[in-house]
């Protein structure tokens, strides 16, 4: 997943940086709105998270000009001022749910984690396709109730696939959906990580959860369940 | 007196009233005099002709013919009267008018002289009287010195004098109601300018328009012009107060949320996380608090007329955004066309604390209704706004807590726990009132008592 952080106060800004990170997602983050702007329309970004109190281009004007361009990723905005009207002039302009500073960390990540979801399509915290469960909240894995080990770029990896189940997602999205900006991206890596999930997720070779697309990409093959 | 146009009718009608009382007055003097004058004519023909008629008899003594020329002095009811008598009073002729009756002529009057006076008959009725004083040349150089008296009863004067003073009277009430009402005509007139500005300045208190008008005449320009000028600065002054907040919320509260992340991601460093984290949402508590507070519009001069249907679609998209509780139901019920009056920021404060809080206990169902009610906030109109919900409700004995200031009854959902307090603040400095109840869909029922137009 690749977010994008928006936030002039550097503390602030860093270790919003360190704890997305730290969650597995690909960050790009910005100072100002100007960068801010840029990266949004630069990169496949998946959702952003966006202060609205930035230098030059304000937060409020970035989004709308973002909206205009049709960048229609989920964006979560960090406010100060917490006035109804506030909030409902970020969401008109574009946002999808704010948070009230000073946040809990955890509030953060909980809000992100269901825009992400909610945009994918899901309305439920767990996702669900044909026997494999993915709790987006605990990050456990099940197939057939029977739990997964995985590692944390594999569960990034199959949180992506089953978030578009259905869906083919090529090489290249992939790719700038896990990897950072300046990552060696070899292709192989992500061919090697997609066999070692098809190995965890179906040892037994008759669940065939990933398909290969020649040329195209791969895709989650089991059907979306209603949870 | 606080009327301009009461004061100008006022000092009007009593000028006008004086100005036509002199008339009047001065009008009656000279018909009276023309009157007199025209009598005392009239009185002198009358003497001619009895002289001329008169004859000297031989023993030098003067006779009237039988009857007298002129029948009025006959007739004893006919109010003229006639006498000759000597110098010194002796009567040569009395008119047969004047039988049984008897006025008090003079007994002398100087040859030549004429005198004119009121005299009282002695059956009491009042007349003009005329007394000459002639000499009679006799045969040779005698003369016979006479005095001539003749007189008219004054009932006929009088009137004529009555209907003139009526007439007068009638004419001029006719002509001061005229003008009185050209007066008012005039007044309503010149005083439009005012009563226009004192309609926009309402329209402005009631957020219908946000400045006077242009085109006053050139008196009012100046008043206009500045009162202008003291809304613009006034709302500057107001928008700027209001930024300054927001940035102070800002500059605070980064900090804050640097501090507490910090904590988190260090919690072991000298034990005081949980200390740290209390305090951080104290401090914020009180932010939050304080800082509402001062945003909650307290002045008229950001009255607008809100429409509540928009107002309560702007809301119900942003929270339906921001819970993820796609299943809800929201069932609206808003009187068409029902208008919020006061500050926009305000409104949409007060229902999205309500309508936040409905989002958060319910189940699957919310109702919001809001129409006109027969109360009165002031001295306007006054609207019902209810918000109701499945949830669990609010017991009666955390109702008085939950709107005390900082509580929240529920620690585990978000939210500072100061949205119903702020809220209730602000609805009793608009003069509203806010009450809790039991919804008959289960939970709480919120109803709202707040200024419409």
Redesign the interface.
Same mark, same amino acid.
């Given at each position: 997943m690749r977010v994008l952080i928006v936030e002039d106060e550097t503390e602030l800004r860093e270790a919003l940086v360190r704890r997305f990170r730290n969650e597995g997602f690909v960050v790009d983050a910005a100072g100002d709105g100007e960068e801010g702007l840029y990266l949004g329309r630069e990169f496949p970004v998946d959702l952003a998270v966006v202060d609205l109190g930035l230098p030059q281009l304000s937060g409020m004007d970035m989004i709308r000009r973002l909206r205009e361009e049709g960048r229609d990723f989920p964006v979560l905005i960090l406010t100060a001022r917490d006035r109804w009207q506030d909030k409902v002039e970020g969401l008109q302009a574009g946002a999808d749910d704010y948070v009230t500073k000073p946040f809990h960390m955890e509030e953060i990540f909980a809000r992100a984690n269901a825009l992400l979801r909610r945009s994918a399509g899901w309305s439920q915290a767990t996702l669900h396709c044909g026997p494999i469960k993915l709790d987006t909240r605990s990050q456990a894995v099940t197939v057939d109730e029977r739990a997964v080990d995985l590692t944390s770029f594999e569960y990034k990896l199959l949180e992506y696939l089953m978030l578009h189940a259905g869906e083919v997602i090529s090489k290249t999205e992939l790719t700038e959906a896990l990897y950072e900006q300046d990552f060696d991206r070899d292709s192989n890596t992500i061919e090697v990580f997609v066999g070692r999930l098809r190995r965890k997720l179906d040892p037994a070779r008759n669940l065939k959860p990933i398909e290969t697309l020649r040329g195209r990409g791969y895709r989650l093959a089991l059907e979306r369940s209603a949870a | 007196m606080q009327s301009l146009s009461a004061r100008l009718m006022l000092a009007v009608s009593l000028l006008l009233l004086v100005f036509f009382g002199v008339t009047v007055y001065v009008l009656d003097v000279s018909f009276g005099s023309a009157a007199r004058e025209a009598v005392r004519e009239r009185l002198d023909v009358h003497a001619l002709a009895l002289l001329s008629a008169a004859e000297l008899d031989s023993d030098s003594s003067l006779t009237l013919p039988e009857p007298i020329p002129e029948s009025h002095f006959q007739n004893p009811g006919s109010g003229l009267f006639g006498s000759i008598t000597r110098q010194g009073g002796e009567a040569i002729w009395r008119s047969p008018s004047l039988i049984g009756n008897d006025i008090a002529f003079p007994l002398t009057v100087k040859t030549g002289e004429r005198l004119f006076a009121r005299k009282m008959a002695d059956d009491g009725v009042e007349v003009f009287a005329l007394s000459l004083g002639i000499e009679w040349q006799l045969d040779g150089s005698d003369n016979l010195p006479l005095v001539v008296n003749v007189a008219e009863s004054m009932s006929a004067f009088n009137a004529q004098v009555q209907r003139f003073r009526r007439q007068l009277l009638s004419w001029f009430a006719g002509l001061m109601v005229l003008l009185l009402a050209a007066q008012a005509l005039l007044l309503g007139w010149v005083l439009a300018p005012l009563r226009r500005a004192e309609s926009e300045v309402r329209a402005i208190e009631q957020g219908q328009r946000s400045t006077l008008g242009d085109n006053y005449p050139r008196e009012l320009q100046g008043l206009t012009r500045h009162t202008n000028i003291l809304l613009d600065t006034e709302r500057a002054r107001a928008e700027r107060y209001k930024d300054t907040l #927001?940035?102070l &919320?800002?500059? *605070?509260?980064? =900090?804050? &949320?640097? *501090?507490?992340?910090?904590i988190?991601?260090h919690p072991n460093e000298g034990g005081q996380a949980p200390l740290i984290d209390i305090q951080?949402s104290r401090i914020?508590t009180i932010l939050?608090y304080q800082l509402?507070r001062a945003?909650a519009s307290q002045g008229s001069l950001s009255v607008r007329a809100i429409d509540v249907r928009d107002a309560l679609d702007?809301?119900l &998209?942003?929270l339906r955004?921001?819970h993820?509780k =796609?299943a809800l139901k929201v069932e609206t019920d808003i009187q068409e066309e029902l208008q919020f009056l006061g500050d926009?920021?305000d409104f949409?404060?007060i229902? #999205?604390?309500v309508l936040d809080n409905a989002f958060k206990w319910s189940r699957s169902r919310i109702r919001v209704s809001a129409r006109h009610s027969t109360g009165k906030i002031g001295h306007g109109k006054a609207m019902l706004l209810t918000v109701e919900d499945d949830g669990p409700g609010i017991p009666d004995e955390q109702r008085e807590f939950v709107l005390a200031r900082g509580a929240r009854t529920d620690e585990q959902v978000?939210g500072?726990g100061i949205g119903l307090s702020v809220t209730l603040e602000t609805i009793k400095l608009l003069g509203g009132t806010l009450e809790i109840g039991r919804s008959s869909l289960g939970g709480a029922r919120i109803a709202l008592a707040l200024p419409a137009r």
């Open positions: - | #927001g940035n &919320a800002h500059s *605070i509260k980064t =900090p804050l &949320a640097v *501090i507490r992340n910090a988190f991601e951080v914020q939050d509402k945003a702007e809301l &998209a942003t955004k921001v993820d =796609p926009r920021g949409l404060e229902l #999205g604390n978000d500072h």
